[in-house]
């Protein structure tokens, strides 16, 4: 079977599938899970205009899977009247934080400066996070935009770790695990994150010790989010087209074991 | 339909075209990725840090100390003539130093022993039922570190609590793998919406 | 020489930054502020060093004749940003955030994209139940596919259940203990950097 079925029948097949997924517009119901619902009540449950900084830890790559996590929590964040300070330990996170906070920001009549901040890039991830530990501004003087960090009133009052309420890593990668392990165990600051689903099984341990207080974990993350914001968008989108990937791989692995068996047997019957 | 969608378009293409096989339309557009990326942390580099951290600081705000650290970056350019190329390790010396001391007490408290303390729970309830997770959890981490024990043959005992070791650690990659494949799916979509939306407005 | 002071050097940075984690006196906060400064540039300075070796690469391969054109481009799309700019500046409505945003995110992202295909043929060609392990592993992934698909709970009420129950406990446990022998593993290299006894940073020659 594997010499008669060419990988490009099974690419061809997935794209197909999601072309029409995609196409339906359809959109499917995803029951909430605990976890998701542990990181919309920590950030529902902080009082008006607490100080979050959102840490957008991810490459341009994983965009497609950030985009609507970060957009759901933003959104929350924003409706909440949360004071918002982006930031990014990876150089392409920056560009894309910026937009996505200047995107959610709008839709809730945010003003930069005033409502929310971003100061942009630092390198050496360890080095940043253990700096901004000693002096925020200090580590960033200047914004994104090239702003004085005292200049600008979002920033009023926030000097360490110990002026916001929590971090939020915005993650494709481990970098989430240098805010635990540097952030947390060393200046106590809480946090949350919202990460790809690739991750999701390298962070259970921090959330079972409780050095992460909360995460959610992909599109389906996403779409549950959404559903507890009442706000539709990439996540429940993306819903139906997940699931028929889902089913596909199942198929193509029962097929391919299917297969193996069965030239197994016709081996040793021979 | 702006020029930058059509453009985001066709590079999405050209880069699905390797799906087929490895063609000079998919070599063009990953050389253009290539560059146009060490372009861009170039930009970010220089703006975010040198600019901010060294070069306004020290010749605009006349801070003499950061002479310090731009000596030592410079050195790092060492490595491009053969008499001078064993002074780059000088700041590298500063950066793995710095790094490993930092480490020591992140590695030994996060990693290490809040993992092990959270490890350490009751077995059995109050109501005297032995508690399944607790005990799953337990025999999890003792025997998966029993197969990362390979001082010893894995023989006997130690053998035994390896092999169960073992099948903790397919449900872990098996469990892995599911979300890897969705996590990998969920970035497909995403750029099919792109394509089908913005792109070719086949759908809404 | 120059090894046996850059090894005095890594030791001396490396006791200071373990020490000052235990002092909250101000001298102490100064130089622990003072270092991940130092250190944030230089690290600046050596992906600039990076740059500017694949500049010097593509610019020997270019007159060498191979893949001529892609490395031309690749050059162009190096040179462009950065001219853009200084140019256009980086924020809102940039050339530069313009050119990330068209070119770069979109090709970034497919390429990761490209994944999901090859995901899909190895689950069809390499995943096969040959051992006990390996259906231990295959059981799982189904049982995490179905039950983060939209159809995992209305198939069985149980499925979300029995998936969260894996992930969070047998899945769980095995992690956490490849994260306690990673945190020991790291615990001692970096003892061992600090110490000397490990040199492989150091390279080759004299």
């Keep these: 079977m594997n010499r008669v079925v060419s990988r490009h029948w099974i690419f061809l097949g997935l794209f197909v599938l999601v072309a029409l997924a995609m196409g339906s517009g359809i959109r499917l119901d995803t029951p909430v899970s605990d976890r998701t619902a542990e990181l919309y009540d920590f950030i529902e449950s902080l009082p008006e205009g607490s100080v979050l900084l959102v840490s957008f830890d991810h490459e341009a790559s994983s965009l497609p899977e950030i985009r609507p996590i970060g957009q759901a929590l933003l959104r929350h964040a924003f409706r909440k009247n949360h004071r918002l300070i982006g930031m990014a330990l990876l150089a392409e996170g920056t560009a894309i934080g910026y937009r996505l906070m200047q995107q959610a920001a709008a839709e809730y009549g945010k003003e930069y400066g005033k409502d929310y901040a971003y100061l942009g890039f630092k390198p050496q991830y360890i080095a940043a996070i253990l700096s901004m530990g000693e002096s925020i501004p200090a580590t960033f003087p200047k914004d994104y935009l090239g702003r004085p960090y005292e200049s600008l009133k979002a920033l009023d009052g926030v000097a360490t770790y110990a002026d916001v309420a929590g971090v939020l890593s915005i993650a494709d990668g481990s970098l989430t695990t240098h805010w635990m392990e540097y952030g947390r165990a060393r200046y106590g600051v809480r946090v949350v994150s919202g990460v790809t689903a690739a991750m999701v099984t390298t962070y259970d341990p921090y959330l079972a010790s409780g050095q992460m207080y909360a995460m959610m974990g992909g599109l389906r993350g996403a779409a549950e989010y959404e559903d507890l914001i009442a706000r539709p968008g990439g996540g429940k989108r993306g819903m139906l087209a997940q699931t028929a990937t889902h089913l596909y791989v199942i198929v193509l692995i029962g097929l391919g074991n299917l297969s193996y068996f069965l030239a197994r047997r016709k081996k040793e019957t021979s | 339909m702006d020029i930058g969608t059509v453009i985001a378009g066709v590079l999405t293409l050209a880069v699905l075209s390797f799906l087929y096989r490895d063609n000079p339309v998919y070599k063009m557009a990953e050389s253009l990725l290539i560059g146009v990326s060490i372009g861009y942390t170039l930009v970010v580099i220089w703006s975010s840090t040198l600019v901010d951290l060294l070069l306004r600081p020290l010749f605009l705000d006349g801070m003499l100390p950061l002479i310090i650290p731009l000596v030592l970056g410079l050195l790092m350019f060492g490595r491009f003539h053969r008499t001078t190329s064993s002074l780059s390790r000088l700041p590298i010396a500063v950066m793995i130093g710095s790094g490993a001391g930092v480490a020591i007490p992140a590695m030994l408290d996060a990693r290490t022993l809040k993992q092990l303390s959270a490890t350490v729970m009751p077995v059995v309830t109050a109501s005297g039922i032995p508690d399944l997770s607790a005990i799953v959890i337990i025999c999890g981490v003792v025997t998966t570190l029993c197969y990362f024990y390979f001082s010893r043959e894995h023989k006997g005992a130690l053998g035994s609590a390896a092999t169960v070791g073992t099948w903790f650690l397919m449900v872990f990659f098996g469990t892995t793998f599911g979300y890897t494949v969705m996590s990998r799916m969920s970035t497909f979509i995403g750029r099919m919406e792109f394509l089908l939306t913005e792109f070719l407005h086949i759908a809404n | ?206």
């Excluded at chain 3, 020489?1 to 909250?24: E, W």
């Excluded at chain 3, 050059?75 to 530069?96: E, K, Q, W, Y």
Aim: positive net charge; proline residues 4%; charged residues 10%.
């Design chain 3, 1 to 206: 020489m120059n090894r046996r002071v850059a090894l005095v050097i890594c030791f001396g940075f490396g006791v200071v930054m373990f020490a000052q984690y235990f002092s909250q006196h101000p001298l102490a906060r100064g130089v622990n502020q003072a270092v991940l400064e130092y250190w944030q540039i230089i690290f600046a300075f050596a992906l600039l060093l990076g740059v500017v070796s694949f500049f010097q690469n593509n610019v020997r391969q270019i007159r060498h004749g191979s893949d001529r054109p892609y490395r031309i481009v690749s050059l162009i799309g190096l040179l462009a940003m950065p001219v853009v700019a200084v140019i256009g500046r980086i924020g809102a409505g940039s050339p530069f955030l313009w050119i990330f945003e068209n070119v770069q995110a979109p090709m970034q992202s497919t390429v990761f994209a490209l994944l999901a295909f090859f995901v899909a043929s190895a689950s069809f060609r390499g995943f096969r139940a040959r051992s006990v392990p390996a259906a231990i592993l295959l059981g799982a992934a189904i049982l995490i596919l179905l039950s983060r698909s939209a159809i995992g709970g209305p198939l069985s009420g149980w499925l979300p259940d029995a998936a969260d129950w894996i992930r969070h406990q047998p899945s769980m446990a095995a992690r956490r203990a490849i994260l306690i022998g990673i945190g020991l593993g790291s615990l001692t290299t970096s003892l061992r950097v600090i110490v000397g006894i490990e040199r492989t940073w150091l390279g080759g020659g004299k």
